[in-house]
């Protein structure tokens, strides 16, 4: 195995609101983000789309939306459902759905695939996904051997209790020291002033940190190079990605 180390700074949600477009994409300019993925349903992905198809240097993939669930009162709630009941058949009419919506909007395939709230990793969704990116011949979050997912960089407890230390500057460069050989996705989430999700002050914090020339240096020092999907060769046969 190659001891090199590869990083693809991967945005979610892009296109769920204004100011979540504006965090993205400053984070992406002025930051370490090399890759983002679209919610397809939300108002702002148009805006999101179009910017990304000025921009075809820019991976995008496709942020399956099924549902949110929100922490109240000591138990998770759904704040929205996409898709009503579990069935598997609806579940895969929905993928599909959002598929179809999303070459509308940007003009190509998906480079990558990966769901709100992780909601892929269970069934039904799992199969559907898994699936899908087979037949697309792009990487699956999670079920793609070659490429590590990183979840560290996020400002919230499992109860949502805000955890601003562990999307400081200091958390992220304490993460980048750690990674291992070989391709490491590192999930984050900027905003701009977002004040529409349950997740909000903290996009504010991330957006800061990922900015910060210090992480930049931390790379360059750690001899990690940054890449997104797009830069990727991708063998279908086993969904192995190589940057």
């Given at each position: 195995?190659?001891?090199s180390r590869?990083l ?8 769920r ?15 370490i983000v090399t890759?983002?993925?679209?919610m ?5 992905s148009a805006?999101?789309a179009?910017?990304?198809r ?6 995008v993939?496709l942020?399956?939306d099924?549902g949110e669930?929100?922490?109240r009162?000591?138990?998770w ?12 058949h609806a579940?895969?009419e929905e993928?599909?759905r959002q ?7 940007v ?6 695939l ?8 269970d069934?039904p ?6 699936e ?19 979840g560290?960089f ?7 209790e805000?955890l601003?230390?562990a999307?400081?500057v200091d ?8 990674l291992p050989?070989?391709i490491?996705e590192l999930?984050c989430?900027p ?7 349950t997740?909000?002050?903290e996009r504010?914090?991330?957006?800061t940190a990922l900015r ?6 931390a790379?360059?020092?750690g001899?990690i190079r940054?890449?997104?999907f797009i830069?990727?060769?991708?063998r ?7 940057c």
């Amino acid at each position: 195995m190659s001891d090199s180390r590869r990083l693809i700074v991967n945005a979610d949600d892009f296109g769920r609101s204004a100011a979540i477009n504006r965090g993205i994409i400053a984070t992406l300019e002025q930051g370490i983000v090399t890759s983002t993925s679209l919610m397809v349903r939300w108002p702002s992905s148009a805006d999101a789309a179009a910017y990304a198809r000025g921009r075809r240097d820019f991976g995008v993939g496709l942020h399956i939306d099924l549902g949110e669930w929100v922490y109240r009162e000591g138990q998770w709630e759904p704040s929205y459902r996409v898709v009503s009941g579990t069935g598997a058949h609806a579940v895969a009419e929905e993928v599909e759905r959002q598929l179809l919506s999303f070459q509308d909007l940007v003009g190509r395939n998906p480079t990558h695939l990966d769901s709100h709230q992780h909601a892929h990793r269970d069934e039904p969704a799992r199969t559907a996904v898994i699936e899908l990116g087979r037949r697309l011949g792009v990487p699956v979050r999670h079920f793609s051997p070659a490429v590590r997912y990183c979840g560290a960089f996020y400002g919230q407890t499992d109860e949502g209790e805000a955890l601003p230390d562990a999307v400081s500057v200091d958390a992220l460069v304490r993460i980048l020291k750690r990674l291992p050989p070989g391709i490491t996705e590192l999930c984050c989430h900027p905003g701009a002033d977002d004040r529409e999700t349950t997740y909000g002050r903290e996009r504010d914090w991330e957006s800061t940190a990922l900015r910060d020339p210090r992480v930049r240096e931390a790379i360059s020092a750690g001899g990690i190079r940054l890449c997104s999907f797009i830069d990727a060769q991708i063998r279908k046969e086993d969904g192995a990605v190589r940057c």
